[in-house]
Structure formats: structure tokens, C-alpha cells
């Protein structure tokens, strides 16, 4: 079974409104967790690097105001994405880094829509 | 130059054929290479996991890394539709808590019955 929870799976909203994706280690321990999108045909491309307990760690490019990631416990980290706008829709993943089996575990996805 | 190559594909054989997928790279300081299996509007799986050069086998997948060519491979033997996905490889600079991953575009394979 996942080990890897996220949802929604699919989100559709209105322009303007803000999103919460969450993503939740099911087995395990994750002090670190991973936020990519992936545009259609596109590779996986990383948002955000997230840390239980501390601040998460954006690459170049991508808005820490927009994508709030907060991860407040070591079994859930969460994206929001603040006053969504169609250039956001894309499909959203999660991951986590267990640390004791030195694996890396991805979610199912979530599939954002901004009409 | 990207640092991960990866043609997209997409590449369709039938059903029992042997399929090689392949990536190139270009920073010499990966050292830990995988190949995942997305399934559509899926997240990826991982099907194996490699530290530096040589072979790996698992069941029907074998996975190798040539790190003199900068280049690695997943062979599916008896290949099923079951298989039919997109694969992405994706290799890191370092294991442990930093594990960042650096992913090709993937390949999208259609295995035909």
C-alpha cells in the first residue's frame, strides 16, 4: 500500500481562492519532504524543499509568498497555494525522505485546475 | 546543456520485447542514480535504486550505470503491458537527508498485446 498520502487528488477553484494540498508519511518518520510540479509531457521539477520544524527551502524562481509549504509535524507537510490563478494549474507532488530505510517515497499526486 | 537527457520517446514495442531506456548526464558529481515508473496522473514509483557504476538486477529490470560515459540504463526483459508507463530517471549528488533529485523528462512506453 502508499506509504505516501496526498490529497486531494484533484482540485478545481475559482480564481483568487486559495488551495491546501496536504501530504502525510504513513509508515514513517519524514523530517524532510519535497514539493515538485509537473507540467503535461514535463519532468518533474522541484518547488520546494521542506523541513519539519523550520523554514522551507524554495529553488530560484518559484514564490515563498505563493507556495506556503508548512511542515509542523514529522508526518505531515502542507502546500498552499495563495490566490490561485490558471498559470498555477499543474499536477502537484509530494514527497518523503525516510531516513531509516534511506528511501525516497512520492504521493499520488494532486491535479490543480484555476478556472 | 540540461544536466539529465532523456529522450521522451515515445516508444512503443509489443509485447514480450526487450526495451532499453536510457539518459545521459552531465555533472560528473551524481552519484546515486534511479529509475521511477510514473503511471498517468500518477506519482512516480521506484523501481531502482543504484550507487555509482555496474549492474543491478531486480526481477524482469536490470539497471546500469556507466559513470566514464556519464550514461545509464534500464533494461525491461519480457516486457508486459502492465509496463506501459512513463520512465523517469533521476540521480542526486548525495544520499541521506539531502536527497534532491535531479530528474530526466522521462520516456513514455507503450508495451502492445
Known amino acids: 500500500g502508499a506509504v505516501v498520502s496526498q490529497h486531494p487528488s484533484r482540485v478545481i477553484c475559482k480564481s483568487g481562492t486559495s488551495v491546501k494540498i496536504e501530504c502525510r508519511s504513513l509508515?514513517?518518520?519524514?523530517?524532510?519532504m519535497f514539493w515538485y510540479r509537473q507540467f503535461p509531457k514535463q519532468s518533474l521539477m522541484l518547488m520546494a524543499t521542506?523541513?519539519?520544524?523550520?523554514?522551507?527551502?524554495?529553488e530560484q524562481g518559484v514564490e515563498k509568498d505563493k507556495f506556503l509549504i508548512n511542515h509542523a509535524s514529522l508526518t505531515l507537510s502542507t502546500l498552499t497555494v495563495t490566490s490561485a490563478h490558471p498559470e498555477d494549474s499543474s499536477f502537484y507532488i509530494c514527497?518523503?525522505?525516510?531516513?531509516?530505510?534511506?528511501?525516497?517515497?512520492f504521493g499520488s499526486g494532486t491535479q490543480l485546475s484555476v478556472l | 546543456q540540461k544536466e539529465v537527457e532523456q529522450d521522451p520517446g515515445p516508444l512503443s514495442v509489443p509485447e514480450g520485447a526487450i526495451v532499453s531506456l536510457n539518459c545521459t548526464y552531465s555533472?560528473?558529481?551524481?552519484?546515486?542514480f534511479m529509475w521511477y515508473r510514473q503511471y498517468s496522473r500518477k506519482g512516480p514509483e521506484l523501481l531502482m535504486y543504484?550507487?555509482?557504476?555496474g549492474n543491478k538486477e531486480d526481477g524482469r529490470f536490470t539497471a546500469q550505470v556507466d559513470k566514464s560515459s556519464k550514461y545509464i540504463s534500464l533494461f525491461i526483459r519480457d516486457s508486459q503491458p502492465s509496463d506501459s508507463a512513463t520512465y523517469l530517471c533521476?540521480?542526486?549528488?548525495?544520499?541521506?537527508?539531502?536527497?534532491?533529485?535531479?530528474f530526466g523528462k522521462g520516456t513514455l512506453l507503450t508495451v502492445n498485446p
Open positions: 543504484t550507487y555509482s557504476s
Open positions: 555533472n560528473s558529481a551524481f552519484q546515486y
Open positions: 521542506s523541513n519539519e520544524g523550520s523554514k522551507a527551502t524554495y
Open positions: 533521476a540521480m542526486t549528488k548525495s544520499g541521506g537527508s539531502n536527497y534532491k533529485l535531479t
Open positions: 514527497s518523503a525522505w525516510d531516513s531509516l530505510n534511506e528511501k525516497l517515497f
Open positions: 509508515d514513517f518518520q519524514a523530517t524532510t
